[in-house]
Nanobody, 123 residues
Framework: QVQLVESGGGLVQAGGSLRLSCAASGRTGSIYTMAWFRQAPGKEREFVARITRSGEGTSYADSVNGRITISRDNAKNTVYLQMNSLKPEDTAVYSC????????????????WGQGTQVTVSS
């Protein structure tokens, strides 16, 4: 089993920055792909970014590409989401997910999920 705990969310003004963290524990050696998803009120959960074990394979949603960077510190079993130039439409609960295989951008592909952290961007 793998446990994921997110942190770093909060309230920020438009144009500001936040860095989210996701700390993994348990059978962390089994994790290959880690990702961030988000869900805004009244909307379906959507993919934000993902990263492979080596950190070299990354993928971003078009809506955040160029503003958000995903990174991974395997020594700390932590994945980060650096979010810059935040917009009100980025407001959502951001959740970390992990898979034990190389997977893509669909939430059903991920086996483990954190509880989520709220990000609110004011205009």
């Amino acid at each position: 089993q793998v446990q994921l705990v997110e942190s770093g969310g909060g309230l920020v003004q438009a144009g500001g920055s936040l860095r989210l963290s996701c700390a993994a524990s348990g059978r962390t050696g089994s994790i290959y792909t880690m990702a961030w998803f988000r869900q805004a009120p009244g909307k379906e959960r959507e993919f934000v970014a993902r990263i492979t074990r080596s950190g070299e394979g990354t993928s971003y949603a078009d809506s955040v590409n160029g503003r958000i960077t995903i990174s991974r510190d395997n020594a700390k079993n932590t994945v980060y989401l650096q979010m810059n130039s935040l917009k009100p439409e980025d407001t959502a609960v951001y959740s970390c997910a992990a898979a034990t295989y190389y997977v893509g951008n669909y939430d059903y592909q991920y086996e483990y999920w954190g509880q989520g952290t709220q990000v609110t961007v004011s205009s």
